[in-house]
């Protein structure tokens, strides 16, 4: 992913940042064709202006444009890691593979006490399956 983290880190680090502008801000840095991106992204031209416009933009709208540029603007704002299950971001960070493990790890829990509790849903009709049976008899 391309990151302008090095460039862009005081306007991050020194002021309350305009999700849309900041958007505009890696757009123009990267010189991609406004038109394209927000077609790649699924949005029209006069959606992206509008979309700059907007100092607290959803960052699922970001996300969209930020997959088809490429860029991680979860390095910038780590807070669109709490938005979004942690598989949806690289794991290029510390934060991210902690995230990543931590998402794993409880899914794996979850799986183990659903598979339990089907295995005794098993045990319990193949009970109702012998007793039938053996009425039928």
């Known amino acids: 992913m391309y990151s302008l983290l090095t460039t862009l ?13 900041f958007l505009d801000i890696v757009v123009r840095r990267m010189n991609l064709n406004k038109t394209k991106l927000a077609e790649k ?17 959803d960052f699922r709208i970001l996300k969209a444009y930020g997959d088809k540029m490429p860029y991680n ?14 598989t949806y971001f690289p794991i290029d960070t510390f934060e991210g593979m902690r995230k990543d493990r931590d998402f794993w790890r409880d899914e794996y829990g979850r799986v183990l006490k659903e598979n339990k509790v089907l295995r005794e849903e ?11 049976s053996s009425k039928r008899k």
């Not at 603007?73 to 942690?86: I, S, Y």
């Not at 098993?122 to 039938?132: D, G």
């Open 73 to 86: 603007f979860a390095k910038d704002f780590p807070e669109m890691l709490n938005e979004f299950p942690e």
């Open 41 to 57: 992204a699924g949005y029209d031209r006069t959606t992206y202006y509008f979309h700059i416009k907007q100092p607290n933009l």
């Open 122 to 132: 098993i045990e319990v009709l193949k009970a109702e399956i012998k007793s039938l």
């Open 9 to 21: 880190d005081k306007v991050v680090n020194d002021t309350i940042v305009h999700r849309g502008e």
